[in-house]
């Protein structure tokens, strides 16, 4: 069974840092690009950024690029979101997810194992 696991979030001013981890177990993680998303109050949930199964491919959305840096270690079996310079529009819960290929991708159909999310809250 495949298990995500977020932890990280919390109540942070804007212009402070936060860094989120997902740790996955169940899947040969290495093998599976990963992504994060973030869904605010009474919005769609959206693309934040995505990393490719070996780290070489990333990308990211455009309200963060600049900002947040994604990251996986897969000895750990985790993958990383380190949020700086954090914008009260930031606020969201943040859902860590993995692909079933091995390109990142922002397509939400791509990704078809999901954590519980991890809620973040940017003061201003």
């Known amino acids: 069974q495949v298990q995500l696991v977020e932890s990280g979030g919390g109540l942070v001013q804007a212009g402070g840092s936060l860094r989120l981890s997902c740790a996955a177990s169940?899947?040969?993680?290495?093998?599976?690009?990963m992504g994060w998303f973030r869904q605010a109050p009474g919005k769609e949930r959206e693309f934040v950024a995505a990393?490719?199964?070996?780290?070489?491919?990333?990308f990211y959305a455009d309200p963060v690029k600049g900002r947040f840096t994604i990251s996986r270690d897969n000895a750990k079996n985790t993958q990383y979101l380190q949020m700086n310079s954090l914008k009260p529009e930031d606020t969201a819960v943040y859902y860590c997810?993995?692909?079933?290929?091995?390109?990142?991708?922002?397509?939400?159909?791509?990704?078809?194992?999901w954590g519980q999310g991890t809620q973040v809250t940017v003061s201003s």
């Open positions: 997810a993995t692909a079933s290929r091995r390109w990142p991708t922002n397509e939400r159909v791509e990704y078809d194992y």
């Open positions: 169940g899947r040969t993680f290495s093998n599976y690009a």
């Open positions: 990393i490719s199964w070996n780290g070489g491919s990333i």
